[in-house]
Structures are given as C-alpha cells and as structure tokens.
C-alpha cells in the first residue's frame, strides 16, 4: 500500500518503499510496510470512531466510514510491489475504536491504474462494503468543493511515527490510539491536493494511506481529500499527495445510494403462543432498504444472545427448518426479480420446537417464576440477509402463559 502517516519503507534506497515508489513520490500504504503522522499529535483512537486501522493481507493503510456499511481508503492499498492485486474481495480487516469489520466487496475508482503513484487523471481511491454497519458511529461527510490553497486540514492516520528532521522512525501508534496533526494546501493538480512539509506542520507517513484529511474544525468531520503517497521519508522539505475528494463526489455518493445496507430496523412486535405441544414465538421486524438493496445470497440469519438460526430463502422470501421454524420476508415479487426497490419491507420469524426453547433459555427465562404478565428487553436481536446486517433492542410483552413457563 502507500503511505501512512510517514513513510517508514526504506529497505532500498531513495523511494523503494513498497510498490509505490515512482519519480521523487511514494505512496503511503503498507502491503508490507508502514508509515505514520510525523510531527502530528498521539491521541486516543475513539477521538476518531470513523477512522479504521485497515490490515490487507499484512499490509496496513487506514480508512474512513463514509456510510454505515462504506469506507473509503487508497486504491493502491490492494496492489503489492510488483503492482499486482493482493487484496481479494474479503481480504481487508477494518479495525475501528468500537468494533471490527471485514471487507465483502472492493471498487477500485475506474481511472485508477497500479503502476502510477498520486497521478492526475489516475484516481487513487477505493470503496469497501463491509459485512455490516458499524452501530452508533456517525460516518464523515464528502467534500464537494472545492479545493483551493491555503486550506488547513487534519490529516489522521495509523502509519508511522516520525520527525520533520529524519522522517519515519518505523514506530506505530500503540493499540487503543492514532496520530493527528494538522497541514495546510500549497498546490492543487487536476485530481491532487499537495503540501511541503514545513516546521509548524505535520506530515503523512507509510501506513497512512488512504487516510482523511478532514476540513479542520468541521463538525461533523469532512473528508477533504485522503492520503496519496509523499518524497522521501517524508522529512521537512518533501512533498506530499492527497487524493482530491471533490473530483470524486459522484462515485462517492452513486455508492451510498447503492449500498444495499439497510436504513435500520424496529421490532414491531415480538409474541409468544402457547398451546399444549404447539407453542412458538412470533418476531415481526420492520426494515428500512435503500433503493437497489440486492440478494446475492438468500440466507438469512436470525441472532441474539447466543441464539443463532440459520435459513434459506425460496424465490418467494420464505424458509423452513427442521424444527418447523418458519421466517417470511413480505414482498415476495421484488424478491423474485432479486431486487428490493422499495423504501422498507417486513420480516416475519416463526420460532417453533428447539428453536423456541433454545430462544428462551438464551435469556434465562425460567429462573423467573414471575415471569407472567412481565416484559424484557431483547438485546441486539440481528437478522442478516445475505452480506448484509441490522439490529435492533426492544421490548416484548408476553400476552399469553401456560405451563412451559414453570
């Protein structure tokens, strides 16, 4: 990969640093190489929640959210130094602050070729779908421009450490924090946002790449533009690269709308039934889709405190298991041409047999002899459709008891 915070690749001499090492520029990412903020700042990482330390296949750059399921990183972070393609769909590990996600698809911005470095008409730039939303972190807004000199920005990066003086020192932030510092445009190219490393500033290193540099001061964070690649060891005196988000809003935004994640999902009602030898437990969800929400596979997978059952799905949404559980998904004609267009859509899950009794016991409700006419909280109830995940906490209120509950 390219660049990190600082370049930290000099096992050759000059700009070998990873594959990316062309002219008097190398880019900042780490297929086996890191690189960090140099002269910037060490804070913990959950003052960052939507930047991720990203490990492909033992390379390191760092990326931003940019939608619940999207995160937006270098395009040279899944080349190694031969410039061939080392990172597969579902080779990326995204560690965030608050939890950790896996890559289901890469899209490589289309301009984008591997043997040139931080090149105009090249779009240095990717979009990874993640397994699924990342809950309770606000994903960072796009630049739409546009990008002139004498912006600051807040470049944040997991690469690494170093100094003005000697550049990269090969040290990385410790685990739980991120480097941060603040640098100001002195040149716009036609796709590119450069800087010269000057006293007072900071700089991007290797590990860096694909990194934010935030507008500074915006709230909530804008990306403005994000690692490239940089001279040198990135020492005073080097310049650096930073990929131009405002040449880019379109493709951003045409993934947003199309990542298929859903909006959120609400537990309307969650009921048991019970009958003697016929007792089961009725979820019924309503889930929020963006237009061109699609299948690629119709499992679902129905989780909760330590219950999980698995289903596939018939052309019509609807599924049995061997417990005679049974899960429907309305609007079986959009789900027949394998498409979603509408806004929202619901989910029944019919639990029956084991299924209902491992269900109950996942939630330790016979130590309760008081149970009847009681409430409780389902914490994190998940249904996963496919590559895609939502959850939802609610309330269930039990209408009807029997002996079972004894």
């Known amino acids: 990969m390219k660049r990190h915070i600082l370049l930290v690749l000099i096992l050759f001499f000059t700009y070998e640093l990873s594959p990316y090492q062309f002219s008097s520029y190398q880019a900042l990412a780490e297929t086996n190489q890191k690189l960090p903020i140099l002269d910037g700042t060490n804070v913990p990482a959950s003052d960052y929640p939507e930047v991720a330390e990203l490990s492909i296949k033992g390379g390191l750059c760092t990326g931003t959210l940019i939608a619940p399921n999207l995160l937006l990183t270098a395009a040279h972070c899944f080349f190694n130094d031969r410039n061939k393609r080392s990172g597969a769909e579902k080779s990326l590990i995204a560690f965030f602050p608050s939890g950790t996600l896996r890559s289901t698809r890469i899209s490589l911005h289309k301009t984008y070729k591997a043997k040139n470095i931080c090149k105009d008409n090249e779009i240095d730039a990717a979009i990874v779908e993640l397994n699924s939303a990342l809950p309770g972190v606000a994903p960072a807004g796009i630049f739409e421009g546009p990008t002139t000199i004498g912006q600051e920005l807040e470049i944040v990066g997991y690469g690494s450490d170093g100094n003005g003086f000697s550049g990269e020192n090969n040290n990385f932030p410790e685990i739980g924090t991120v480097n ?227």
């Open 180 to 406: 941060t510092g603040t640098t100001i445009v002195d040149n716009v190219a036609n796709d590119y946002a450069t800087w010269i490393f000057n006293s007072g500033e900071a700089n991007t290193g290797g590990g860096d790449s694909g990194g934010p540099a935030f507008i500074r001061n915006s709230n909530p964070r804008i990306i403005h533009s994000i690692t490239c690649g940089g001279e040198g060891r990135s020492q005073f005196g080097t310049q650096s690269y930073n990929t131009r988000i405002d040449k880019v809003t379109e493709w951003i935004n045409s993934a947003i709308n199309t990542s298929g994640i859903f909006l959120n999902m609400h537990i309307q009602s969650a009921k048991v039934f019970t009958s003697e030898g016929n007792n089961r437990l009725n979820i019924r969800a309503q889930v929020d889709l963006k237009n061109g929400f699609r299948f690629r596979k119709k499992i679902v997978n129905i989780s909760t405190n330590g219950f999980s059952q698995t289903f596939t799905l018939n052309r019509k949404g609807r599924a049995r298991n061997n417990n005679n559980s049974k899960i429907r998904i309305l609007g079986e004609r959009n789900l027949r041409r394998n498409k979603l267009k509408g806004k929202s859509g619901r989910i029944n899950i019919n639990l029956k047999g084991n299924d209902y009794i491992n269900f109950l016991n996942s939630y330790d409700f016979f130590s309760n002899p008081e149970i009847e006419g009681s409430s409780f909280n389902i914490s994190e109830l998940e249904i996963v459709i496919g590559n895609y995940s939502s959850k939802d906490s609610n309330t269930i209120f039990y209408d009807s008891f029997s002996e079972v509950w004894q």
